[in-house]
């Protein structure tokens, strides 16, 4: 059965759990990053930080208010990134998490420019560099757990269930909360759906959501940019195999 979360905004206060609770799940160590001038740190997802908390001012009746926001992958039912990758090392699962192969990347980051939301990254700084993205810590929920980010939070703020039993909560909420809510939930529709839906009292576009993206899957739009590559950059990406085969050959015989 596939999994789905939904995200209540407005339960966050911000404790940052969730993103502590991803870098111990995945052994990633925590970085530095100087004031910036908000509370959001860091102030951008990458190849190490799977999920942050970002910090959004905003008023209401002339008072301040603040949301925090969790990113990381949405995991759209269709994803644009695995249409996208040529040699399959980005797929989607039957339990939802859409997860990827480093031992198939070539590293021509098609999905990092396929992906509407911008999610995957590049490990810049390291000589043998892979993609980077949530995961939706696929290993626990193949063992029946919840994702770590989940597990920690103390406000509930994530629920965690069957896909159709998540999304039918989302609608709950919103129409037994009249008020409390605005009407709509992000990435029931956006990109085809998603796997993460969001519900929230701000406007998404208020929260730094993307309100433009199409609501119909990506991989038909992803199809029709890369059926016009020429051959040349096919040949390039062939090169890039052989390159990534031989840069992986010493890696898999470490792991038999």
């Not at 799977?50 to 990113?71: A, C, D, H």
């Not at 039957?94 to 911008?118: L, N, S, T």
């Not at 069957?162 to 709509?184: L, M, T, W």
Request: net charge positive; glycine share 6%; hydrophobic share 35%.
């Amino acid at each position: 059965m596939a999994k789905g979360v939904l995200v209540d905004i407005t339960k966050c206060i911000g404790c940052r759990s969730c993103q502590i609770a991803c870098k111990a799940w995945h052994n990633h160590e925590a970085g530095y990053e100087g004031l910036n001038g908000t509370y959001t740190m860091p102030n951008q997802l990458s190849a190490d930080t799977y999920t942050r908390i970002s910090f959004v001012e905003g008023e209401r009746n002339n008072q301040p208010t603040w949301s925090f926001v969790k990113n990381q992958c949405l995991h759209c039912q269709e994803p644009a990134c695995a249409s996208a990758c040529p040699v399959g090392a980005l797929q989607k699962t039957k339990e939802g998490p859409v997860i990827y192969d480093q031992w198939k990347c070539i590293g021509c980051r098609y999905c990092m420019i396929a992906c509407p939301f911008h999610i995957p990254k590049y490990e810049w700084d390291t000589l043998n560099p892979w993609v980077q993205k949530c995961n939706f810590c696929a290993d626990r929920v193949d063992a029946g757990m919840e994702p770590a980010c989940i597990k920690a939070c103390p406000m509930n703020v994530m629920y965690f269930d069957d896909y159709e039993k998540v999304v039918q909560e989302a609608k709950n909420r919103i129409a037994n909360h009249p008020g409390k809510y605005i009407n709509h939930i992000y990435g029931l529709n956006e990109a085809g759906g998603t796997s993460w839906i969001y519900i929230s009292d701000r406007p998404f576009q208020e929260l730094g959501f993307d309100t433009q993206v199409v609501k119909a899957s990506y991989p038909s739009f992803t199809w029709a940019s890369l059926s016009k590559i020429p051959w040349k950059a096919v040949g390039f990406a062939a090169a890039l195999s052989a390159i990534a085969v031989f840069r992986n050959r010493g890696s898999r015989k470490e792991d038999v």
